[in-house]
């Protein structure tokens, strides 16, 4: 069971941490995805941590959102900065088979999900 944190208000330009976490077992073996829904829009990707540690963003968050775990946290992060008006969503992270190859974040790829954190931007 994945459970994200960190959602909340905020203005453009500002930042958010987001977390994932598990109960009842150990992320360290997963890739785990963040993915994001906005009202009337279709889930899309935003980046990916593998098992090992490699890391995977789409271009419109390249330089700004930077995706992290803590194993001895059992903790994933998505560190997003310069948030602006295109952000807000329901962010969900997801977990893929233990120790598979990923690469871009493909919603066909993880079978794991949580019930997602709003991120609102707003001035």
């Known amino acids: 069971q994945l459970v994200e944190s960190g959602g909340g208000l905020v203005q453009p330009g500002d930042s958010l941490r987001l977390s994932c976490t598990a109960s009842?077992?150990?992320?360290?073996?997963?890739?785990i995805g963040w993915f994001r829904q906005a009202p009337g829009k279709e889930r899309e990707g935003v980046a990916v941590?593998?098992?090992?540690?490699?890391?995977y963003y789409v271009d419109f968050v390249k330089g700004r959102f930077t995706v992290s775990r803590n194993n001895g946290e059992n903790t994933v992060y998505l560190e997003m900065t310069s948030l602006n008006p295109e952000d807000p969503a329901v962010y969900y992270c997801?977990?893929?088979?233990?120790?598979?190859?990923?690469?871009?974040?493909?919603?066909?790829?993880?079978?794991?999900w949580g019930q997602g954190t709003q991120v609102t931007v707003s001035s």
């Open positions: 009842g077992s150990t992320l360290a073996e997963y890739p």
């Open positions: 941590i593998s098992s090992d540690g490699a890391t």
């Open positions: 997801a977990a893929a088979a233990p120790r598979a190859r990923v690469g871009l974040p493909r919603i066909q790829d993880y079978n794991s």
